[in-house]
């Protein structure tokens, strides 16, 4: 296994990969068609600050981490925006390594902090929580339907 900065490279590759983990359980999620995903993880890749990391396995990408630094009064910050491991080889350690290669990489680009959202109710918390990642006491997440 090999970990290495993501630029664009292979995107449809890493579509694939975000649609086959994202449609199975606990999320079940019902993308319309390759290409919204597709311009879902462009509009990511395009954003300011964007940095990425991917595990390989000889030359199939088996697990994406993406997200952006954010500058902020006490230091910039990671805002990671998606991180999933080919469901297939979940439970082997590799979300935990590509979890480290990242925070190495952000160390040596002065990030400070990392932040994220995740569903307390699926087992990415606990995944989170024992990398070290806390509960934010102060932040609450708020939403709206205005259909
Ligand atoms: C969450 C995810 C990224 C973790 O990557 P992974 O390679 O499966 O995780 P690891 O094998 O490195 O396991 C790390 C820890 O999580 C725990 N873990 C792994 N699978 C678990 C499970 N099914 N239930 C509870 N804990 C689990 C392990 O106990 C392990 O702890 P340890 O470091 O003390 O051994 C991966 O499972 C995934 O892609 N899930 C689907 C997408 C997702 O939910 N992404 C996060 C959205 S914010």
Redesign the pocket.
């Known amino acids: 296994m090999t970990f290495q900065e993501f630029k664009s490279q292979k995107i449809d590759e890493i579509v694939s990969l975000f649609l086959s983990?994202?449609q199975k359980e606990p999320?079940y999620d019902k993308w319309p068609s390759f290409e919204r995903a597709k311009e879902y993880l462009l509009d990511i890749v395009k954003t300011p600050g964007f940095k990425g990391y991917i595990a390989l396995y000889d030359k199939d990408i088996i697990?994406v981490c993406v997200g952006c630094i954010n500058r902020w009064w006490q230091g910039d910050e990671f805002f990671i925006k998606?991180?999933?491991?080919d469901?297939k080889?979940?439970?082997?350690?590799?979300?935990?390594?590509l979890y480290d290669y990242t925070v190495l990489n952000l160390k040596n680009n002065n990030v400070k902090n990392i932040i994220?959202?995740?569903n307390k109710n699926?087992?990415?918390y606990?995944?989170y929580k024992?990398r070290g990642l806390k509960k934010s006491q102060d932040t609450v997440f708020m939403y709206q339907n205005i259909t």
Not at 82 to 85: K, R, S
Not at 89 to 97: A, C, M, P, R, T
């Open positions: 983990v994202y999320w697990g998606e991180f999933f491991i469901d080889l979940q439970g082997n350690g590799i979300g935990s390594k994220l959202l995740t699926v087992k990415a606990d995944f024992k």
